[in-house]
């Protein structure tokens, strides 16, 4: 029996076929994507008023099981690209938003940032690293920023990346300077795909520059969470279930405070993919829909939700996940934590 956050819920159906938009992206994990096919694509799908047709299909490669493609409607599109919009909100509301693929655009993270620039009405620039032969380095990178011409722009960046362009900068104070510029000037730097180390978010939060950790996943098309907040129109529940990780102390502060949950997380939000195309089994395990029609996705993960103080907002702070669990003394653990605090020893 699955725990959750609303009693009653109802597994979704798959989507099949018949559900596609006629233009809808088809995303593979081992076949690389054309960024300029994909724009032309969002660009034909966005133009009308279908909002419920399947406009991506974000699919993994099948190398450790079945493939599973995961279908986003245009309207969790737009909802998405709304909430990340609205999070960086600074009042102003001049300029419009222009983001910088970097990623490959086989993923959601670089597919949400080809669609997110058809939504602002602005041409994104690519890095060279995305479509030809050549790795991310810092100069590809200045030679992309140098192409932006809004003064509102985003980048979506993994860790790793981030760490190469501060590494190079710290190594070469003359590059470096062009470095921190250029990174100073983006409207949000999103850091998502891997966990990033305390190491490398202090570095950045030295610099002043203006990183969000993103939490999300394909089935919430991408982030959702940025830097422990829920966004705008997002709403996540954690649900106790048997066998989760003790919880860590959390910067000297136990966890176990009154107003900590901790649990699986299950999120719900006009983002959430409509499930698994024809796939009922896994839609019906992760997917599901409440009395009013309101959907939620039951993640593979565990988390913690609390506040610093009173009175302040709840952040959520990811474990790790429900299968990655580490049995130690008959104590069970996540090996996330332990890889935390293995990081921040000396």
Request: with cysteine; proline share 7%.
């Amino acid at each position: 029996m699955i725990n959750t956050p609303v009693p009653g819920l109802i597994p979704l159906s798959a989507p099949g076929e018949d559900a596609l938009h006629p233009h809808a992206v088809r995303l593979r994990a081992d076949r690389p994507a054309d960024p300029r096919a994909l724009l032309d694509s969002f660009g034909r799908i966005f133009t009308g008023n279908d909002q419920d047709s399947i406009a991506l299909l974000v699919g993994t490669s099948g190398s450790t099981g079945t493939p599973k493609h995961t279908a986003l409607s245009t309207r969790a599109l737009r909802a998405s690209a709304e909430a990340t919009e609205d999070f960086f909100d600074d009042g102003a509301g001049a300029a419009a938003s222009q983001w910088l693929l970097a990623l490959p655009a086989h993923y959601v993270a670089g597919a949400q940032v080809l669609a997110r620039s058809v939504l602002a009405g602005t041409v994104p620039v690519i890095a060279r690293s995305v479509t030809e032969p050549v790795h991310f380095t810092p100069e590809v990178f200045l030679q992309a920023v140098e192409q932006l011409s809004s003064a509102r722009r985003f980048v979506s960046l993994v860790p790793t990346q981030l760490h190469k362009l501060l590494e190079t900068a710290r190594n070469e104070p003359r590059t470096g300077k062009e470095i921190h510029a250029a990174l100073r000037s983006f409207t949000g730097i999103l850091l998502g795909g891997a966990p990033a180390s305390a190491d490398l978010l202090a570095a950045a939060r030295k610099l002043g520059l203006n990183v969000v950790t993103t939490y999300g996943s394909a089935e919430t098309a991408g982030g959702c969470v940025y830097s422990g907040s829920v966004l705008p129109g997002v709403r996540v529940e954690l649900v106790p279930e048997e066998g989760m990780p003790s919880v860590p102390d959390i910067e000297g502060k136990l966890a176990y405070e009154e107003s900590a949950q901790v649990g699986r997380i299950w999120i719900s939000g006009a983002h959430l993919a409509q499930g698994y195309l024809d796939d009922p089994d896994r839609t019906a395990e992760h997917f599901f829909t409440a009395a009013d029609g309101t959907r939620w996705y039951r993640t593979d993960d565990y988390g913690l939700l609390s506040a610093h103080a009173p009175g302040e907002p709840c952040l959520l702070r990811v474990l790790g996940r429900s299968d990655d669990i580490i049995i130690t003394g008959g104590v069970k653990i996540s090996a996330r934590a332990v890889a935390e605090v293995l990081e921040s020893h000396p």
